[in-house]
Every structure is written in structure tokens, then in C-alpha cells.
């Protein structure tokens, strides 16, 4: 497992931007497959987005799709999640999740991933 550690939650407003940062203790950063995911006080975990160890494949849950922006950078082993237009319903903590992989995927499936940080808190609110 990969000891993961996310940043930039906090208070925003309807419109606003935010962005998370997801940094990682391990040697070669470049061979996980990263993903974030959310869950709100009531509700199931949700697949936020992900990217494969590359970054050439993104893949994005509905709900987001057009808003948010998953990103990586193996030199500094960060995984990025910019989110514009926040809405309400964005309000949830939000985990960063990796797994080592030998392909180019980035899994939309919770139970694909064995390392996951502590979350982060995101409240869109006015």
C-alpha cells in the first residue's frame, strides 16, 4: 500500500474554484493508476474521476464531467483535482485513492483501489 495525503479542502461558495492535491510516499509515483472519489453524510461512495499512471486516460463520473480536471505529476508524485462551477451538491469529503498497475487504465471502481488517503473536506455553501 501507498501512503497517501490530500490538501485544499475548505469553505467555498456556488461558482467558486478549488483545488485538491494528493501527494504519495512511494519510489516510482509513475506506476499507480490514481483516482479521486467523495461521500457525503448520507450517501454512497462516488467516483469523482481518475487517471492512468501516464495521464493519457481520464476518465470522469457524470456528475462532474465539463467542471473538474484530473491531473498528475509524477516528478512531484502530487495528483491533482481542479473544480470549477462548485455547486451545493459538491459538498462531501474527498478521497484520493491509488493502486499499482501494469496497464493504462484508470478505474472508475472503488473496490480497484488499495491505498487511500485520510479525505478532505469540500463545503460549497452561500
Given at each position: ?86 455547486k451545493p451538491e459538491d459538498t ?33 455553501s452561500s
Amino acid at each position: 500500500q501507498v501512503h497517501l495525503v490530500e490538501s485544499g479542502g475548505g469553505l467555498v461558495k456556488p461558482g467558486d474554484s478549488l483545488r485538491l492535491s494528493c501527494t504519495a510516499s512511494v519510489p516510482t509515483f509513475s506506476d499507480l493508476m490514481m483516482g479521486w472519489f467523495r461521500q457525503a453524510p448520507g450517501k454512497e461512495r462516488e467516483f469523482v474521476a481518475a487517471i492512468s499512471r501516464g495521464g493519457t486516460v481520464r476518465n470522469y463520473g457524470d456528475s462532474v464531467k465539463g467542471r473538474f480536471t484530473i491531473s498528475r505529476d509524477n516528478a512531484e508524485k502530487t495528483v491533482y483535482l481542479r473544480m470549477n462551477s462548485l455547486k451545493p451538491e459538491d459538498t462531501a469529503v474527498y478521497y484520493c485513492a491509488g493502486r499499482h498497475s501494469v496497464t493504462g487504465a484508470a478505474s472508475t471502481f472503488f473496490q480497484q483501489y488499495d491505498s487511500w488517503g485520510q479525505g478532505t473536506q469540500v463545503t460549497v455553501s452561500s
